[in-house]
T-cell receptor, first 113, second 113 residues
């Protein structure tokens, strides 16, 4: 059972539209992450957060932005979507201590026409 | 820097065959090692982990042993099933509160009846 929820699961939109991908977790995890997954499967970290009001850029440059106003919520926004943004976006979270196992959401598959 | 190298797929096996997916790593310290699995249409989920040298992680018939001398964490299963068809990711994380997870490229496994 998923304790981290992503909506929408699938989204098809036109170029130039603003979109927000939602991610919420109920585990009280302080760390949250956004990964972009290629059609070839490889994962790229694009954003992460270590707590409320903390956001950092990941290893892969992205035109998207994120915010962390509440512990449980980590939305990703694209102001003006383009076909190059077509991808699978995976949200994840991890607890503050221990081996820091990541818990992933089911993903949001975005297609920009 | 830290990196994970895993064998490229796809790997196609017949049901009940023996599975090995190779994974080697490079890290500046002593990482925790993980295998994550992604079933079609889903996010990643933890399959097994090992946090120190010589530890063996196991779950659902899968095993992997943390080999510090060869910097490896190969995934094995004695008898695969069709339901094991998925993408498998090897990953590492160094200790410390703000360390990120480094993933391999993923290996797609297809098991045919």
């Amino acid at each position: 059972e998923a304790d981290i929820y992503q909506t929408p699961r699938y989204l098809v939109i036109g170029t130039g539209k603003k979109i927000t991908l939602e991610c919420s977790q109920t585990m009280g995890h302080d760390k949250m992450y956004w990964y972009q997954q290629d059609p070839g499967m490889e994962l790229h970290l694009i954003h992460y957060s270590y707590g409320v009001n903390s956001t950092e850029k990941g290893d892969l440059s992205s035109e998207s932005t994120v915010s962390r106003i509440r512990t449980e919520h980590f939305p990703l926004t694209l102001e003006s979507a383009r076909p190059s943004h077509t991808s699978q976006y995976l949200c994840a979270s991890s607890p503050p201590s221990g081996a820091n196992v990541l818990t992933f959401g089911a993903g949001s598959r975005l297609t920009v026409l | 820097g830290n990196s994970v190298t895993q064998m490229e797929g796809p790997v196609t096996l017949s049901e009940e065959a023996f599975l090995t997916i190779n994974c080697t790593y490079t890290a500046t310290g002593y990482p925790s090692l993980f295998w994550y699995v992604q079933y079609p249409g889903e996010g990643l989920q933890l399959l097994l982990k090992a946090t120190k040298a010589d530890d063996k992680g196991s779950n659902k018939g899968f095993e992997a042993t943390y080999r510090k001398e060869t910097t490896s964490f190969h995934l094995e299963k004695g008898s695969v099933q069709v339901s094991d068809s998925a993408v498998y990711f090897c990953a590492l994380r160094l200790s410390g509160g703000y360390q990120k997870v480094t993933f391999g490229i993923g290996t797609k496994l297809q098991v045919i009846p």
